[in-house]
Nanobody, 115 residues
Framework: QVQLGESGGGLVQPGGSLRLSCAAS????????MAWYRQTPGKQRELVAR???????NYADSVRGRFTISRDNAKNTVYLQMNMLKPEDTAVYYC?????????WGQGTQVTVSS
């Protein structure tokens, strides 16, 4: 079994920054792709950013240039640095990790961007 522990969400003013972290623990061999998704009420969960084990990244158009995804393979941890936050970034953010072709999800962390 794999457990994902997320942290770093909270309330921030527009234009501010937050950093999310997600640490994978348990039966970890070598995590493959690691990603962040987000979801707002009544909408489907959407991909925010993904990073492969080799460090290749892709981003949603809405966050490119403002968010940066990174990972520490030694710690089995993925990060999401979020800058220039906008009210429309408000959502529950979920960590997603692939281990041996199986997807695992974190419990979600709330990010609220509001003045």
């Amino acid at each position: 079994q794999v457990q994902l522990g997320e942290s770093g969400g909270g309330l921030v003013q527009p234009g501010g920054s937050l950093r999310l972290s997600c640490a994978a623990s348990g039966s970890i061999i070598s995590p493959g792709a690691m990603a962040w998704y987000r979801q707002t009420p009544g909408k489907q969960r959407e991909l925010v950013a993904r990073i492969t084990r080799l460090g290749n990244t892709n981003y949603a158009d809405s966050v490119r240039g403002r968010f940066t995804i990174s990972r520490d393979n030694a710690k089995n941890t993925v990060y999401l640095q979020m800058n220039m936050l906008k009210p429309e970034d408000t959502a529950v953010y979920y960590c997603n990790v692939v281990v041996v072709l199986t997807e695992y999800w974190g419990q979600g962390t709330q990010v609220t961007v509001s003045s």
